[in-house]
């Protein structure tokens, strides 16, 4: 697509419950971020793709965040066990060929844990 | 450890005055640098990246912003600010294929 999508826009969720954040970057871009923002804050890297080498899980603040990549297309971020704290708005960007030419990002999920 | 500092929260302007953000980072080599925009409910639009020679970079919307070595700083200016300007202003940093580090953000309101 012409650019980065992100869906659900917003998600409201109980406390406990699990919660998939979808994110479709721009075609051929081989390299995909996500990144947390919590009110207020700057944005936190969360994990990041590129190609078929293995993940950069290293910001997943826990063991409830996971996110999978099928190729160079979807990405899919799953919070098990939603609590307060990761209520959040949750960007995902893609960049060409990972380098630091500088990402588009999405509109983000705003999640809402209650 | 690499890190980005916006000492700046919150900047108030009028319509018409200039305009500088200030940004600061801590990086093993030297790194490129951007600056994001964000408008409420929006996603981050680049405004200006810098990656190496000519070290002030001229970027979206007339902004502007100079890459200096010495302070490991990487300002963002505008001569005169436009009411549409209002938004959350983020630095960044990052090279090659490393994820990019953010700093925390300033929030300029204009008023006119």
């Known amino acids: 697509g012409a650019g980065v999508s992100q869906s659900p826009s917003n998600k409201v969720t109980e406390k406990g419950k699990d919660v998939e954040l979808r994110c479709d970057p721009i075609?051929?871009?081989?390299?995909l971020y996500w990144y947390r923002q919590r009110l207020g804050q700057g944005l936190e890297f969360l994990i990041y793709?590129?190609?078929?080498?293995?993940?950069?899980k290293s910001g997943l603040p826990s063991d409830r965040f996971s996110a999978e990549r099928t190729g160079e297309s979807v990405s899919t971020l799953t919070i098990q066990r939603t609590q307060q704290e990761d209520s959040a708005v949750y960007l995902c960007?893609?960049?060409?060929?990972?380098?630091?030419?500088?990402?588009?990002f999405g509109s983000g999920t705003r999640l809402t844990v209650v | 450890a690499q890190s980005v500092t916006q000492p700046d929260i919150h900047i108030t302007v009028s319509e018409g005055a200039s305009l500088e953000l200030r940004c600061n980072y801590s990086?093993?080599?030297?790194?490129?640098l951007f600056w994001y925009v964000q408008s409420p409910g929006q996603g981050l639009q680049l405004l200006l990246k810098?990656?190496?020679?000519?070290?002030l970079v001229q970027g979206i919307k007339g902004f502007e912003a100079e890459f200096k070595r010495s302070q490991s700083s990487f300002n963002l200016r505008k001569p005169s600010v436009h009411w549409s300007d209002a938004a959350e202003y983020f630095c960044?940093?990052?090279?090659?294929?490393?994820?990019?580090?953010f700093g925390t953000g300033t929030r300029l309101q204009v008023f006119p």
């Open positions: 960007a893609s960049s060409l060929d990972g380098r630091g030419y500088g990402y588009t």
């Open positions: 075609s051929g871009h081989t390299a």
């Open positions: 793709f590129q190609g078929n080498s293995a993940p950069d």
């Open positions: 990086y093993g080599a030297t790194p490129y």
């Open positions: 810098y990656f190496s020679g000519d070290t």
């Open positions: 960044a940093v990052g090279r090659n294929t490393d994820k990019l580090i």
